[in-house]
């Protein structure tokens, strides 16, 4: 059985009880049978309410003990304090579900909260899962199966589709819902989650990935709690190359708040989660237009890998605006080949057929020039995505007959993903639908979507990753280490720091410099001190001895006085690094998703810009490297404007050994900071000239 089948009596039941039942199909007790029975479900439905002998034609039982068989799902529409009761009762009579309507617990206080874990602990030790508490249930047009008290169904019932919801807002949950239904879209499940007592938004993602009747998945998140089951979930919908949209909302501080370093000052939850979002190809829209549009192009299951933009148009000015917003996606949109523009030539001297494709008004003379237009651009351009801006065309006399071209070039073509913008009536569009086209009428969004589409290509066409470097395990030190302890440990993974000696004396710091050549860096070396250039405990350019000796003097002073109690080890010093690109490389510990690795420029990009990407850990150097060059100052270290390119394999390497320490080091590794990291010109390597690790009491 796979690991998300145990929601199945939950999310697609048999027969059902409803505790709590209404006479009043308004009430919250009455909802659920009233769209049932509207709606034809042909299971057990049966209405528990001691004080009622029949509820909405149905016959009423006074228990839960008095039903005639055990449903699969019980709804729970009852007072709070009648909740954990009644959660005992269908355990005890061997339920296996519970769809908790009723609120009043972990969103209110401490007291609620406790009572809800009484409740799920009650529940885990039968065997029971529960959606909610404080929940607006789920619904499956498919299956006519509404357990929910959501007012949305007094304007229209669901559109049949194959896109599945889940929502942690029941709210915004049916709110999404809605606004596909007015659409046309079909999005004809939805699963609200709630207070997420037990069943989490991870745990129905992964449902709705092994279920069947659903392509495309449409997620709003307000935060995650549990880590294992969304990543589950998201490697399940993968594998079966169902695209994920995710409107991921809301920032928290959770465990931000005691943070020294600047890699967790930056990582918070909000940044880890769109990481893992990342990681495994789920598209973050920004709103729920967006996500509709990406949802609904989605539903046609074509997701080229590598994606190019072939368009046909009626206006220059609309292939301007297109071409401007595929370049600003990174959506290619190569030109046609010369021999075939030539030959659209010869037929319109004036068109303009480099792509985008501007075929002009003659095909409204002529309709067979829009076949000729399109086949030439999907057979000769070889376009995996197609796009047709044909405006208030579409509503003209004349679009039958272009409509039935550009169908003969999408019969002929079947593999590529087919388009259109147009403005037409709603029984136009969704012929043009039914056809097999995607409709949009903004061309922007129309563009937005297509580009989705090879996103999500791309992660269903990648292949393994190589693995992560192997270090060995390793033994933290009961507190906070020093610098140079900190790069004694990192070593031990291969991560390599620049040529350096701790000193406690003054002349043995004058000896290290004559040692590595002058000018060399100085450091106070201090396990209490974390960020040394805010004392002035780091002196650059120390040029000869007698600067070795008064800088040494100089750090101890400025440490005395900055920080009266802390532990003085000496001064490091180091080798002064010269032509190398400075970046940022760390570990922060997320509370949900564990190590996570940051990658970065250092100076500005990280402190202002926060120009850094995350990862969780392990990984291996490939992923390091696709990391290093996602950044937008990757030019830098590429060779931008005449610039030596760095050595990125030895960068890429460094950075795949952090992530592999960071699992090593176990869960009191708080956070490790490498800034600077001197990435030098290719063939020199890379090296941390700062190391800073946090660790957790060994308490």
């Known amino acids: 059985m796979s690991r998300f089948a145990g929601l199945t009596p939950l999310l697609a039941p048999r027969s059902i009880a409803v505790l709590g039942a209404s006479s009043d199909p308004t009430r919250i007790g009455g909802r659920p049978i009233a769209y049932m029975r509207a709606q034809g479900f042909s299971g057990g439905l049966y209405p528990v309410n ?12 006074p228990s839960v003990a008095d039903l005639p068989e055990t449903p699969d799902v019980a709804i729970v529409a009852v007072p709070a304090e009648l909740a954990a009761p009644a959660v005992a009762d269908l355990a005890k009579r061997g339920v296996k579900a519970v769809v908790m309507f009723t ?101 129905c993602i992964g449902w709705l990935a092994e279920n069947p009747d659903v392509d495309v998945i449409a997620v709003y998140a307000e935060g995650i709690r549990e880590s294992a089951g969304l990543i589950a979930a998201f490697e399940a919908a993968r594998a079966a190359r ?3 949209v995710m409107q991921k909302v809301g920032r928290s501080d959770l465990g931000t708040k005691a ?40 539903t046609r299951k074509i997701y080229p890998a590598r994606n190019t933009l072939g368009v046909i148009t009626v206006s220059g000015g609309a292939g301007v605006l297109i071409s ?80 039935e071209q550009l169908n003969l070039v999408k019969t002929e073509n079947p593999d590529r993903l087919y388009v259109l913008s147009v403005i037409v009536p709603p029984d136009r569009r969704d012929e043009l639908e039914a056809d097999g086209w995607v409709v949009h009428e903004d061309p922007t969004r129309a563009v937005n979507a297509i580009e989705a589409m090879g996103r999500f290509g791309a992660a269903f066409a990648a292949g393994p990753e190589a693995a992560a470097p192997s270090v060995p395990l390793v033994g933290l030190p009961a507190g906070a280490p020093s610098e140079a302890e900190a790069k004694r440990l990192l070593a031990s993974a291969g991560i390599t720091s620049a040529p350096e000696a701790a000193c406690t004396t003054p002349e043995e710091a004058v000896a290290a410099a004559r040692g590595f050549g002058f000018p060399v860096v100085m450091k ?72 996570m690795a940051m990658f970065g420029l250092g100076g500005i990009f990280v402190e202002v810009l926060k120009d850094v990407v995350f990862r969780r850990c392990p990984f291996g150097p490939d992923v390091a490297e696709t990391m290093i060059r996602s950044i937008q100052g990757a030019p830098l270290l ?30 009191r590794l708080q956070s490790i900071d490498l800034n600077p990291v001197f990435a030098m010109p290719r063939g020199a390597g890379a090296f941390a000239a700062d190391a800073v690790i946090e660790v957790a009491s060994s308490r």
Not at 284 to 295: H, W
Not at 353 to 361: C, G, I, Q
């Open 242 to 244: 169902k695209p994920i």
């Open 50 to 61: 001691p004080n009622r002998a029949e509820i909405q034609g149905l016959k009423a039982y």
């Open 524 to 595: 106070i070396l201090s396990p209490d001190i974390i960020h040394k250039s805010e004392i002035g405990g780091v002196l650059l350019d120390i040029a000869d001895a007698d600067a070795a000796r008064s800088g040494f003097a100089l750090l101890l002073q400025r440490a005395k006085a900055a920080a009266p109690s802390a532990r003085i080890e000496g001064a490091l010093v180091a080798k002064q690094l010269k032509g190398g690109v400075e970046c940022i490389l760390g570990v922060h510990r997320d509370p949900v998703f564990g190590s």
């Open 259 to 298: 943070a020294k370093s600047h890699t967790a000052s930056i990582a918070g939850d909000d940044a880890v989660t769109e990481a893992v979002m990342a990681e495994f190809g789920v598209f973050r829209a920004r709103n729920s237009e967006e996500m509709l549009d990406i949802a609904h192009t989605a």
């Open 638 to 667: 590429l060779g931008a404007r005449g610039r030596s390119p760095v050595d990125i394999p030895a960068l890429a390497d460094m950075l795949a050994r952090l992530s592999a320490f960071a699992v090593a080091a176990g869960e």
């Open 103 to 203: 609120a009043g617990f972990a969103e209110m206080d401490e007291a609620g909260a406790a009572a809800q874990d009484g409740m799920v602990a009650t529940a885990r030790a039968h065997g029971m899962r529960i959606l909610g508490p404080n929940c607006l249930g789920v619904f499956d047009a498919r299956r006519s199966y509404y357990a929910t008290f959501s007012s949305s169904f007094d304007s229209g019932w669901p559109v049949l589709g194959r896109i599945g919801i889940a929502s942690q807002s029941g709210a915004y949950g049916t709110h999404l819902y809605t606004l596909a239904r007015n659409r046309g879209i079909g999005a004809s499940l939805c699963v609200m989650t709630g207070n997420e007592g037990d069943v989490t938004v991870g745990e």
């Open 324 to 403: 401007d917003v595929a370049e600003g996606l990174g959506l290619a949109m190569p030109e046609m080949p010369q021999q075939a523009q030539q030959r659209l030539r010869e037929l319109v001297p004036f068109c303009a057929p480099r792509n985008p494709v501007d075929a002009t008004a003659q095909v409204a003379n002529d309709v067979t020039l829009v076949k000729t237009f399109t086949a030439s651009m999907v057979r000769d351009g070889g376009y995996a995505s197609v796009l047709g801006f044909f405006s208030m065309t579409a509503s003209s006399n004349r679009w039958p007959a272009i409509r």
